[in-house]
């Protein structure tokens, strides 16, 4: 049976955010989200630069499979160290 579930794709910037929603057969897994060629281009170049995808804030590998409803978000790589922009904005105090 190929039942169809909803999935939220989400990439977030300072300035902005991307939402997407897609439905995907059950049993889909992230690697499988990675290889779909019909996602925004926003996501298709996230992928370009950095692989990695999160839910519920954990990492995520490409054998795992999505569940209805989740919420997929794209990671991108850090400008900074948060460790260091908390050191700089101390020191300005």
Do not use: W, Y
Not at 15 to 43: M, W, Y
Not at 69 to 85: N, S, T, Y
């Amino acid at each position: 049976m190929n039942e169809k579930i909803l999935v939220e794709l989400l990439l977030a910037f300072p300035e902005e955010a991307f939402v997407q929603n897609i439905h995907v057969i059950k049993g889909t897994t992230v690697g499988d989200i990675k290889k779909r060629k019909d996602l925004l281009p926003v996501f298709l170049n996230a992928l370009d630069k950095s692989k990695s995808i999160a839910i519920n804030g954990k990492n995520v590998g490409d054998d795992r499979q999505i569940l209805q409803h989740e919420r997929l978000v794209f990671l991108r790589h850090l400008i900074m160290d948060p460790k260091e922009m908390r050191r700089r904005r101390s020191n300005k105090l």
